[in-house]
Nanobody, 114 residues
Framework: QVQVVESGGDLVQPGGSLTLSCVVP????????MAWYRQASGKEREWVAL???????NVASALRGRFTISRDNAKNIVYLRMDGLKSEDTAVYYC????????WGQGTLVTVSS
């Protein structure tokens, strides 16, 4: 079964930047719209951004202008670039297909704190 692997999370100060990566093994990647999600402690998982196979993308309106999603179809990787990080961005970040077709990975923890 395909298991995604997220990485890149870290402790960062407010206003800082991070780029998260998600590797999706196998052939499913190139045919699926991919998405990033996040789950803060005590809250429901929420959608962050998605990107289609051609590169068309969308970002949650509250995050637009700070978060950017991209993908490398040759490497089966989807990225999430986060700028101007705020404390409320602290969460575990996950990737999956846009229709949640894959088993959820472990996620990668982003902590924004001074």
């Amino acid at each position: 079964q395909v298991q995604v692997v997220e990485s890149g999370g870290d402790l960062v100060q407010p206003g800082g930047s991070l780029t998260l990566s998600c590797v999706v093994p196998g052939t499913i990647f190139t045919s699926k719209t991919m998405a990033w999600y996040r789950q803060a402690s005590g809250k429901e998982r929420e959608w962050v951004a998605l990107i289609g196979t051609s590169g068309l993308h969308n970002v949650a309106s509250a995050l637009r202008g700070r978060f950017t999603i991209s993908r490398d179809n040759a490497k089966n990787i989807v990225y999430l670039r986060m700028d101007g990080l705020k404390s409320e961005d602290t969460a575990v970040y996950y990737c999956n297909t846009a229709d949640d077709q894959l088993p959820w990975g472990q996620g990668t923890l982003v902590t924004v704190s001074s």
